[in-house]
């Protein structure tokens, strides 16, 4: 069971790349993917996260990275 603590910081990385990508905002839906794979990938490393909850996540940051391919400025 993944903490309370760390989904809770997950999913409001992912409200606000949904946010982002909602009004537009390309550049900050782009940081804000970054800034969630980067927290997912930490907290994978640091053992604080089971490998089934990291591979849930990191499915749904594939699925907008493949969303995100084509958005440029």
Known sequence: MLKRRI????DNLLNDLRMNLENNYKDLAHDALK?????LDAYEADGLMKEKDYIKYKKIA????????????
């Open 62 to 73: 594939d699925d907008y990275s493949k969303k995100m391919e084509n958005y440029y400025h």
């Open 35 to 39: 800034k969630f794979q980067a927290t």
């Open 7 to 10: 989904r809770m910081e997950l």
